[in-house]
C-alpha cells in the first residue's frame, strides 16, 4: 500500500561522542535513507525526550503527507508499524459514514454512520445556507454540527473495533460543496447564487487539529469541480476508475440533486440539475426518509400489495425505492396509463380521494395523482440529463459500456422498477451497475493510494462542465420524458415486453375468470 | 528584495457566468501567472466572504514561506503591498533584541530589547536548565518567559513604528542550543551531559501560532550545528559572511563561553569552551553587569584614575569592558607585572585588603588579586582557544584577513586595551572587527534574502568541530597565555612599544620629580 501515510519502523544508534548528532537529525536521517525526505512537527520534537531514550532508540515514526512534502507526525516507542490506520469520510447532507482502514492491507476494519446534526438546523441544504447566510456565529454552529458528528461515527468506530482515532494519521472526506464549506467554516450562499463561483473548491490537506479532528496528521478534503458537481462526484469518479477506462461510461448520482459525468479516459462531461426532493420521499404525502416502517418494496399480484417494509412491522409511509417499485407495478398492471394518468377501472384500491384519484397502496396510506405527477416530472428531469448529455456528446445508449448509479439511490433501488417507469435506461442489466456510496468508496482509495492525488489534476482538467437548465431543447426533451417510460416507447424494448406479457397475463386470468 | 515573504497586488477580474472560477482558484492561478505556485491557509479561506468582494477583487497576498512552498497566510483589501513587515529576533539568555524590517527596501524601522524573562529562574543557562530539567511545567514556565519577553519586545516595537506585529509575515530567530531549546518548549538538559546529543537543532519553519508568536505566518529558527555551537553562531556566519571569502577570518564570540570558528569560502573549522563568568564580570568581588552605575572605561593618568560610569553617576561596580581597561592600564603603569601580581611599591592605590593586594580603582571600589588571577585564566582560556585551532589548522596569525569579535564583548570593549592584555592577537587594528550583534544581524540578512536558506546547508556540512577540553597541549598552551600580555612577548610588537613608550614617560616623570 502507498498510501498518503506510512509508519516506519527506526533501529538508531544510541548517541555517542563520536556521534553526537541531535534526536532529530538521527531520525530525520534514517528516514532520508528510507527514501523519505521529511519535516518533524513541534509536537513531535517535544515527545523526543524522554521517549528516545526510554524506547532504547527503537521507534516507530508516523508520516504524514501534506500535499508537497513528508511530515513526521507522531512518533512512538518500539516497532508498532502493525497499527497503521486511516479513516475515510463520506460526509453527506443527511448521513455521515466513515470507514477505518488498516493502511497496511487496504482493509477496511470496519464502517459505521450517524446523522449530520446539521438537520437540526434544516432538513435541506438550502435551509441551512439561508439559516448561516452573513451570519457568522450561525455558520460556526452547522461547522460545528458537521464535526460532532464525523466525531461520533468515529467513536462508533472505536467502539467497534478498539481503535481510537488518534491512532489514524490521515483521513479523506468527499462531500458536496455545501457540505465542505461547511465543515471549513465557510459561508456556503455562493453555491446557489449566481454566477455561482464558489469559494475554496481544492482545500488539499489541512492540519486535523486545526478542523478539530483527532487524527495524528492531516484532513484531505476531495476536491470540486463546481458548485454542483463537488468532491463527492469527483470520489465517485475515482471510486468506478470511470475516467481509466476506454469504454464510456455514464455515472449518475440522483438525489434532490442529480449529478452527472460521462466519458472515458478521452474525455469527460459533466452536469448538475435539481431533479426535486421527490427521490427522497420529500413531496409524496406518505413519503418518508428509508427509515423503520418505510415501504422499500412493493409487488402487485393477484392478491394485492405484496410490502417489504424495513424493520419488518407495520408499514407508516413509503421511501424513494418503495416508490419507484410502485409505480413500475401499477404501470406494468395498468393501473396508470403511459401518461401516468390513474385507470380507476382497473382495481377498487383506486379511490377517488381529496378530489383526485389514489390507491390505496398499504392499509391507510394512499399515493395520490398528485404524487404520481411530481415524480414523474422528478424521474424525467433525471432522465433527460442523461438523455442530453449523450445527445451533445452524439453518443447513443448502445455505445454506454456502463451506467453507474451512485448513492443511496443507486443502493436500493429496484434495477428492473427503475428501467419500467424509465428512470434507467433499458439497457442490459449488467451494465447497470450500483456504484453503492461511491463518495465514500473514493476517499478510501485516496487514502491508500498516493498516486491517485496526481490523477485528480487530470481528471478536473478534463471535466467539461454541461449547463441543462440554458437550453430550451432540455424542456422538450423532459416533456417527452414524463411519459411511462418515454414516449418514445421503442427505446424501451424490454418494458414493452414486459407489458405484452402481462397483458397476455391478464388476459389468461381475464379468461379463466369469464 | 528577494526574502522569506512577499505581498502581491491582484486585481481580479470579478466571477461572472462565463468564468465562475472559485475565489480560491482565482486567486491561486493569479499567483501562479506571478511565478507563485501557492497553498491557502484555513484562516484564508475563512476571510474570502465577504473580503473578495467588498474589495472589488483587489486584493494584496502575503505569501510566507514554509519551507518547501510558499503559503497564503494573510488577504488584504486594496493595495497593501507598501506595508510589507518581517522581524528579526536574537534571543539571548540575558537580552531579547529584536529589529522590525521594511522587506521591500530591507531596511531597519526600528529595533528595541528587553531583558529574558527566563532570568527570573536563574540568571545563568545552567540554573534554568536543572530547574527545568525532567519537570514539564517548569520547562513550560521557560517557555512562556521566552515568548513573553520576545513579545514584550515586539510590542515595543510597536510603540515606536505603529507597526503591530501582526502586520509582519515572518519572523527570523537566532538563539543559542539552549535558548531555541527552551523556546520550542524543549528539555535542554542534553546541551551539557555527554554525549552532548540535543533534541533538535534544525527546527526549520514553524507556524506562528503555535508558537504563540503573532506574525501570520512562520517563525524559522536558526539551525545549530552542535550543543555549544548554536543558532546565534550561524546566523554570525551569515552576518559576517565569513563562508563566502577567500581571506580566512577568525568569529569569536566570547561570553561565558567562547564560540570560535576560523575558516574561508574553502573550509570551517568550529570550537567552543567554557570561558568562565569573569568576562561577564560575573566572579570579580565589585564585578556587575554592563548596567548604570558600572565603570565601562578606565584610563590611569599621573592624577590616577579617569573612570566612564554607565549613566555618569557614582561607580557602584565594573564590567567586562571596565575590567579589560583596569588591567591593560595596571599593567602598562607597571602596577601588575607580567604574570599579573600587584606590584604595591607602585602606588598607593594598592592596598592589602583581606589578605591579598587590591587596587582600589574608585572610591571604595577594589580589585583583588584574585580578580586578577581569575581573569587571566579566562583571558588565557579565550585567546588559546584562537591559538589551538589556528596551530591545528596550520595557520599563521598573519594569515588572517579579519579577525571579529562578536556580541556584547566585541561591541563594548576597547580593542586596545583587549591587545594590551593578550585577549586579541596583536594585528593591524583595522583587522579586529566588532561585529555586534551578528546574531540579530545574521536573522534578519536571512529574512530578507531567501537564498541564504540554500547556503546554511551548507554551512552546517563544512563545518568541522574541534573539541579543546580534550587535548593535553591546551592545558599547557593556556598556561603561556597567562601572562600579560603572553608569555611569548614576541607576538606582541605593539604591546612592547607601548610599554616601552611608557617606562621612558615614567623615568621622565621620575626626573623630573627628582
Redesign the interface.
Known sequence: MEGLSRKLYLKLPA???A????????ILSALRELGYEA??T?KV??K???LCEKAGWQLTASLAWD???WVLVELEAGDTTREHYGLAVDLGSTTVVARLFDCNTGKCLAEDSAYNRQIAFGTDILTRIFYSK?QPEKLEELRRAAVGSIREVLEKLEKKTGIAPGGSIQLVLAGNTTMVHFF????AF?VFQ???????????F?PAA??ELPVSGYVYCYPGK??YLGGDIISGMVATELYKKEGISVFFDIGTNGELVVGNREFLLCGAGAAGPALEGGVVRTGMRASEGAVERVKLTENGFELGVIGGGRPKGICGSGIIDLLAELFLAGWIDLRGKFVPEKSEKIQEKDGMYAVEYAPGLFFYQSDVDEFLRTKAAASTMVEYMLGEAGIGMNDISEFYVAGAFGKHVSKESAVTIGMYPDMDREKLINAGNSSLEGAGRLLLDKKILDELDDILDKMVYIQFGAVDDFLELMVAAQALPHTDLERYPSVMKKLEERSKMQKTVSKKTN
Not at 556521534?19 to 538521527?26: F, G, H, Q, T
Not at 463561483?197 to 482545500?203: L, S, T
Open positions: 548517541p555517542t561522542e556521534d553526537s548528532r541531535s534526536s532529530e537529525a538521527r519535516r518533524m513541534l520534537m517535544r523526543l525526550y524522554p500535499g508537497s512534502c452573513d471549513l467554516g465557510l459561508d455562493c449566481t454566477p455561482y463561483a464558489v469559494q475554496a473548491d481544492r482545500p488539499g489541512l486545526e478542523l463546481s458548485n
